[in-house]
């Protein structure tokens, strides 16, 4: 497994992210709006999946912040860094793609709607992948959804997911 420290907290993305200790180490050279934008989103998230966990056990709202962490390493911008927390919270919270656009932006919510639209394509490929025919028929659906991709920071936070 990989595993990211950020260089202005020294925090390991192995480690249980705290968000406040999180969000104070962001605050360094980001604008006042930019820094409201991701509180809002951890503090959405944190409602979301309150009590809800992944197969493991895991509250999932700390897997969504330890993805944004490691774009936060990789200093991506607000939105990305924002749709990281949000990521999974339309296909695993009752809050959907028209509330994130309304509390946030439509450009985060197309990165959200970009991770989801991966995370069911890679279902699909996955399924496909039982026969030998659905080996190559998954390949040619990943690459096509590589070329639909609009935007490569959808392509980093489902490469974030995995870490």
């Known amino acids: ?43 959405l998230a944190q409602k979301a999946y309150e009590g809800r966990t992944d197969a493991a056990g895991a509250p999932l709202f700390l897997h969504a912040l330890a993805v944004a962490r490691i774009l936060t390493a990789l200093r991506l911008d607000h939105e990305a860094i924002s749709a990281a927390i949000l990521h999974s919270i339309v296909s695993d919270t009752p809050v959907s793609l028209d509330m994130v656009r309304e509390a946030f932006s439509e450009r985060i919510a197309k990165l959200v709607e970009g991770v989801v639209k991966m995370d069911v394509i890679s279902r699909a490929r996955d399924h496909m992948a039982v026969d030998g025919d659905g080996l190559v028929q998954a390949e040619s659906l990943h690459k096509m959804l590589l070329a639909m991709v609009e935007d490569v920071r959808v392509v980093l936070i489902k490469m974030a997911q995995w870490v």
Not at 7 to 33: C, F, M, Y
């Open 1 to 43: 497994m990989v595993s990211v420290v950020d260089q202005h907290s020294g925090v390991n993305s192995k480690d249980t992210p705290d968000a406040d200790r999180w969000l104070a180490t962001i605050e360094l050279d980001r604008s006042e709006d930019e820094k409201d934008v991701i509180r809002h989103a951890v503090v």
